[in-house]
T-cell receptor, first 113, second 112 residues
Framework: AQSVTQPDIHITVSEGASLELRCNYSYGATPYLFWYVQSPGQGLQLLLKYFSGDTLVQGIKGFEAEFKRSQSSFNLRKPSVHWSDAAEYFCAVGAPNDYKLSFGAGTTVTVRA | DVKVTQSSRYLVKRTGEKVFLECVQDMDHENMFWYRQDPGLGLRLIYFSYDVKMKEKGDIPEGYSVSREKKERFSLILESASTNQTSMYLC???????????FGSGTRLTVV
């Protein structure tokens, strides 16, 4: 079964600074990978997804993620954060022939002025 | 705009009550899911359904049941609510091809 680890529970970043959130997965083959964002009191919104092909994936809100098979990682990045990026971010992994996604525990991002 | 709608944003129930959480999607998705979200634990799968009247247990099904009588509706049932079921409950749906979920806004349930 697949699993996901998000090593950072909480990250604080200054507005305008870059952001990188780490995600490591465990799966025997090439997984389906996702990043979701959850604003306070809301459900989860899909930021981006990777199935195959180009390992650098562009998403919404200016986010991108890079799949690195050798490191079993799918880290999320944003060059310049905005105060509205303060939220909780979840990495998820799925298998091509399985309905279910496994989620990491999440990383909370705080943006300071 | 496509959506997953959860009937209640906030619920307060008493210990021992039978609780129904409703979820409706308008995207003709085959799959529907119920997760609970707790701080530090992320999302944990309770039950999912891949077709009408079909259901499978997730990772933490104890104390819960589900019902899917129509494709668009998936209900989570707490047979006898307990305080350890106080949590945020998230419903999601997807196509069978697993190209990602669409989530509802969540129901925050408090059992007192």
């Amino acid at each position: 079964a697949q699993s996901v680890t998000q090593p950072d529970i909480h990250i604080t970043v200054s507005e305008g600074a870059s952001l990188e959130l780490r995600c490591n997965y465990s799966y025997g083959a090439t997984p389906y990978l996702f990043w979701y964002v959850q604003s306070p009191g809301q459900g989860l919104q899909l930021l981006l997804k990777y199935f195959s092909g180009d390992t650098l994936v562009q998403g919404i809100k200016g986010f991108e993620a890079e799949f690195k098979r050798s490191q079993s990682s799918f880290n999320l990045r944003k060059p310049s954060v905005h105060w509205s990026d303060a939220a909780e971010y979840f990495c998820a992994v799925g298998a091509p022939n399985d309905y279910k996604l496994s989620f990491g525990a999440g990383t909370t991002v705080t943006v300071r002025a | 705009d496509v959506k997953v709608t959860q009937s209640s944003r906030y619920l307060v129930k008493r210990t021992g009550e039978k609780v129904f959480l409703e979820c409706v999607q308008d995207m003709d998705h085959e799959n529907m899911f119920w997760y609970r979200q707790d701080p530090g634990l992320g999302l944990r799968l309770i039950y999912f359904s891949y077709d009408v009247k079909m259901k499978e247990k997730g990772d933490i099904p104890e104390g819960y049941s589900v019902s899917r009588e129509k494709k668009e509706r998936f209900s989570l049932i707490l047979e006898s609510a307990s305080t350890n079921q106080t949590s945020m409950y998230l419903c999601a749906s997807s196509f069978v091809s697993n190209y990602g979920y669409t989530f509802g806004s969540g129901t925050r349930l408090t059992v007192v």
